[in-house]
């Protein structure tokens, strides 16, 4: 009996250790004879395949596959670890999030501590940083200096050992920050795992989390739509995004990552400079800022900083910034640092965006479609190098909201340092005699009853197209190129017309005759004749063109050709009812409630009629079930010969497909003309088709 107990336990040991044996080699990638060595093979295989297309996406930004493609490899290994859960391993792709909330963060003590940097604000201050660096160097020659953008972000310092991500934390004051080390992981510009062999054994890198404007935009959109607080810039966002406890809610939000130096560095040598360091970070996985470059001497810096300020509406992301640094280590060492900032780093920002103003009055302004905009008349002031007295107070529930009242000091921000608005105010700065902005019951124009219909946060002027503000400025919509495209109809004449009483609404610019033209100030009868020849000329257009010229609430260009495609003429859309409509693509209840509310306005269908008998015309299509390039984008660049640039986007969006102004690996075509823009190299790069324009007219010719 108890030998049979022994044999037993034996038996049982040898199990166990038969299985230890079996999940050492799994896990080292062995392939085994079965079924399960099979999967550890296709597992392996996929980790790497996904990680490096992360690699080329996030760092070398040259992606080489869709989307779709990137998303099915990873619906691959989803199945596969689901089938073999005993293979899964913390740097796999598929486990960046996975961490239960946290109920706080916990305090992370960085070794080396995060240290700020001193700031300059003009050339002079550069200057001197660049004087005294050769002072303590005791040097004449130029200094090699690595510049980089100063992103608009949360530092934070990644710890990795053994190349495995194994600790994040944000910089904190420097000394502690918080551990945010589940949310960094669900950053997909982030490395679970450092590529190559020849990393340290310790690494620290130390970088920027930011957000790039699009996924900002992105977000407050969604956020607004849900009725939920938006995120007043990116920085602010990305900030929140990365300290969520719940790190599910992080990896929802479109945050990124670029590295931009070291921290603790040990079991491994990193090179000499900096520049070549993150060269190696770059190697090794890490994305670093495509814009990083090394100059020589100190006119090197102020030049890339021209250059980063001529850049910076264009790029991607959020910067305030330029940081110079010494570029090799040995002279950063001699150089030392200086209470909590290096010597041989500085940080050279931009013009202020932001100031503070005192608010003088608000007026109400009357915009095309009635609606009533306050804006603030403001105590000129500098922002960002441009005097401002005007800004933007968008609504009333805005004003309500940030309780800005007339006196009040108030804060104003250059948003996407073009448009300025009024932030909010100074509260302990408030006069006594500060007082609260009201909405005026009769428009400022036409002193018509203004109306705030329920649940919008714009009031309306109820006069429409009798409105003079609205009536001339219907006009000037009317007239725009992408609408009827009436070339020498500009701002300053339809103002003179309306205010003439010469025409009183847009049909009234067809019964326009060359004497009361002549008769306008410093209009000859030359000018009055060619603007006469461009009314006949549009009255010839198209039905998507007529639709948008009309100017309905929310009517743009892509739903103005999307109406005309599904309909194909004016006589269904006077008949249309909001069913009908929502059956078209991206048309809502709101929208669909703007067309028919338009169409049974016996003043427009008036309009629309009069203009029908003074020639106004189109070519009324059948209805198309399929289109053929429907799902298909193109991208133009240069300048075509037979067509304009809108002529051919007109012929492509006829036939189903969307012209795009920008190429990605989304693009199935970039249609190029004479003196292409670097449109054309993006593309060869990205191995999007190439069609020049006798192709192009081929294709449209095949496909009409």
């Not at 996924?215 to 602010?236: M, T, Y």
Request: net charge positive; glycine share 8%; hydrophobic share 40%.
């Amino acid at each position: 009996m108890l030998g049979g107990i022994h044999e037993w336990v034996a038996w049982v040991d040898w199990v166990a250790w038969v299985k230890w044996v079996k999940w050492g080699l799994v896990r080292n990638g062995i392939r085994l004879r079965s079924g399960l060595g099979m999967s550890t093979r296709d597992i392996q295989k996929l980790r790497e395949q996904i990680n490096e297309h992360n690699y080329r996406y996030y760092v070398l930004d040259d992606p080489t596959i869709s989307d779709a493609q990137y998303d099915s490899l990873f619906r691959q290994l989803q199945d596969l670890e689901k089938a073999h859960s005993e293979l899964i391993t913390a740097d796999s792709p598929t486990q960046r999030v996975g961490a239960t909330p946290l109920k706080e963060f916990a305090q992370v003590q960085h070794e080396i501590p995060m240290l700020s940097i001193e700031n300059a604000f003009d050339e002079d201050e550069v200057l001197a940083f660049d004087r005294r660096i050769h002072e303590r160097l005791g040097i004449d020659t130029p200094i090699h200096y690595i510049c980089e953008p100063k992103l608009d972000g949360l530092a934070v310092s990644i710890r990795y050992e053994n190349g495995y991500l194994k600790q994040g934390a944000t910089r904190g004051d420097g000394l502690t920050g918080e551990d945010v080390t589940q949310n960094l992981r669900t950053i997909r510009a982030l490395p679970l795992h450092l590529r190559g062999e020849h990393f340290p054994k310790v690494l620290e890198v130390r970088g920027e989390v930011f957000m790039p404007r699009k996924g900002f935009d992105k977000l407050n959109a969604q956020a607004e739509k849900k009725g939920e607080k938006v995120f007043a810039n990116p920085r602010n966002a990305a900030a929140g995004s990365l300290r969520q406890l719940n790190p599910e809610i992080t990896a929802k939000r479109p945050l990124t990552f670029y590295c931009y130096g070291v921290g603790v560095v040990s079991g491994g040598k990193l090179p000499e400079t900096q520049s070549e360091t993150l060269a190696a970070l770059k190697g090794w996985g890490l994305p670093v800022s495509p814009l990083v470059k090394v100059v020589s001497g100190i006119r090197g810096c102020l030049t890339y900083y021209q250059h980063l300020v001529d850049q910076r509406p264009r790029l991607p992301y959020e910067i305030d910034g330029v940081v110079y640094k010494v570029d090799r280590f040995k002279l950063q060492e001699r150089l030392g640092f200086v209470s909590r900032a290096p010597r041989w780093a500085l940080a050279h920002k931009f013009s202020a965006t932001e100031a503070e103003s005192v608010l003088e009055a608000v007026e109400f302004q009357v915009g095309r479609t009635g609606a009533i905009t306050p804006v603030a008349r403001l105590r000129p002031t500098q922002v960002g190098g441009v005097t401002v007295s005007n800004a933007t107070l968008h609504n009333m529930d805005e004003i309500n909201r940030k309780d800005i009242r007339v006196g009040d000091t108030v804060i104003i921000r250059r948003a996407g340092d073009v448009i300025p608005e009024v932030v909010g105010p100074v509260l302990k700065r408030r006069p006594a005699d500060a007082k609260k902005i009201h909405l005026p019951k009769n428009c400022p124009v036409c002193h018509s009853a203004i109306e705030q219909l329920e649940g919008e946060a714009i009031a309306r002027c109820t006069a429409g197209l009798y409105c003079p503000a609205q009536r001339k400025e219907t006009i000037k919509h009317f007239a725009s190129r992408r609408a009827m495209d009436i070339e020498g109809l500009g701002d300053k004449l339809v103002e003179q017309l309306v205010d003439l009483n010469l025409v009183k609404n847009i049909a009234d610019l067809y019964t326009l005759d060359l004497k009361q033209l002549v008769d306008i100030e410093r209009m000859g009868e030359k000018s009055a004749q060619n603007l006469l020849d461009q009314l006949e000329k549009s009255k010839k257009t198209t039905l998507a063109r007529f639709l948008y010229a009309l100017g309905i609430r929310e009517v743009g260009q892509a739903t103005a050709k999307a109406l005309a495609r599904h309909f194909g003429s004016m006589k269904k859309l006077l008949a249309v009812t909001e069913e009908s409509l929502e059956e078209v693509p991206d048309i809502g209840p709101v929208v669909a409630k703007h067309i028919v509310h338009f169409f049974k306005e016996a003043h427009n269908r008036h309009i629309i009629e009069k203009l029908g008998r003074d020639g106004v015309h189109w070519e009324e299509v059948e209805k198309a079930k399929h289109l053929p390039l429907s799902g298909q984008t193109f991208v133009l660049t240069g300048s075509l010969s037979s067509l304009t640039r809108d002529e051919a986007k007109d012929r492509l969006e006829a036939l189903g497909a969307r012209v795009s102004d920008s190429v990605s690996k989304k693009t199935h075509h970039l249609v190029v003309g004479a003196e292409p823009g670097s449109k054309l190299a993006k593309a060869e790069a990205l191995k999007v088709p190439v069609l020049d324009e006798h192709a192009f007219l081929a294709l449209l010719r095949r496909t009409k």
